[in-house]
């Protein structure tokens, strides 16, 4: 069974840094893209980023682009979204998705995936 479980959300100053972590079990990593959205009060679901298999292509929503960075670590089989300049209108609940895919592109709405971590909390404010 495919499992993804997140970690690095917090508190941190404006103009500050988080990385944010999807840790994948059930499934290895070389076979999945996988794509993190945010959901603030008010806002609705918004696509952050999104990494293809293998790492071979990346996409940035808007707002984050130039300030955000995702990654993945096959060894660890692990999935990194590196926030950089945080404002606080990044403040929202974070998730990271899954679609069993072998593509070397990767959707950015969030309908295309298949399985949904249970989302962290990441606040920006002075």
């Known amino acids: 069974q495919l499992q993804l479980v997140e970690s690095g959300g917090g508190l941190v100053q404006p103009g500050g840094s988080l990385r944010l972590s999807c840790a994948v079990s059930?499934?290895?990593?070389?076979?999945?893209?996988i794509g993190w959205f945010r959901h603030a009060p008010g806002k609705e679901r918004e696509g952050v980023s999104c990494?293809?298999?293998?790492?071979?292509?990346?996409k940035y929503g808007d707002s984050v682009k130039g300030r955000f960075t995702i990654s993945r670590d096959a060894a660890e089989n692990t999935v990194y979204l590196q926030m950089n300049s945080l404002k606080a209108g990044d403040t929202a609940v974070y998730y990271c998705?899954?679609?069993?895919?072998?593509?070397?592109?990767?959707?950015?709405?969030?309908?295309?995936?298949?399985?949904w971590g249970q989302g962290t909390q990441v606040t920006v404010s002075s």
């Open positions: 998705a899954a679609l069993r895919s072998s593509s070397m592109r990767c959707p950015d709405v969030p309908g295309r995936y298949e399985y």
């Open positions: 990494i293809s298999s293998r790492g071979g292509s990346t």
């Open positions: 059930g499934f290895t990593l070389d076979y999945l893209v």
